[in-house]
């Protein structure tokens, strides 16, 4: 069973990213259907940006990974909350002048891990054959002693 890995990046979210970390920390080191549990119940803006990357990551790991790897099996290997770029704004002051202020983006960088699909072998038929090899090998000899 191999570990195979997938992720997603979310860039330009509309929250600072000391407010982002916070919510990141709540899922941390989670499997993702906990994970997901969490922040639908979690009341912060960041939560629906969070889930979003969480599930994206999810997606890329099923859909593009080529094998099959069990649901239930996915966990958040790694989650980091960077400072996006800023946007320079003004707000107005008194006598006329302008204070300026930035508003900081997040981007939100979610890496996850799962299980590789363990294929069932079929024990019963594999006996079968190797008793009917059996059987047509004992016909030939005595074929072949008459």
Do not use: C, H, W
């Amino acid at each position: 069973m191999a570990t195979l890995y997938a992720r997603a990046i979310e860039k330009g979210i509309d929250s600072q990213p000391r407010k982002v970390n916070i919510v990141a920390s709540l899922v941390r080191d989670r499997y993702v259907a906990d994970a997901v549990v969490i922040l639908e119940n979690t009341p912060r803006r960041a939560a629906r940006a969070v889930r979003k990357a969480i599930e994206s990551a999810t997606a890329n790991l099923l859909n593009n990974s080529g094998v099959s790897i069990d649901p239930k099996s996915i966990r958040i290997a790694r989650i980091s909350v960077t400072a996006g770029t800023r946007m320079r704004r003004y707000v107005p002051a008194s006598r006329g002048r302008a204070l300026p202020f930035e508003k900081i983006r997040s981007n939100i960088f979610v890496e996850v891990a799962g299980e590789e699909k363990v294929k069932k072998t079929e024990s019963k038929p594999a006996a079968n054959t190797a008793a009917k090899e059996t059987k047509k090998s004992a016909k030939a000899a005595e074929k072949e002693n008459k």
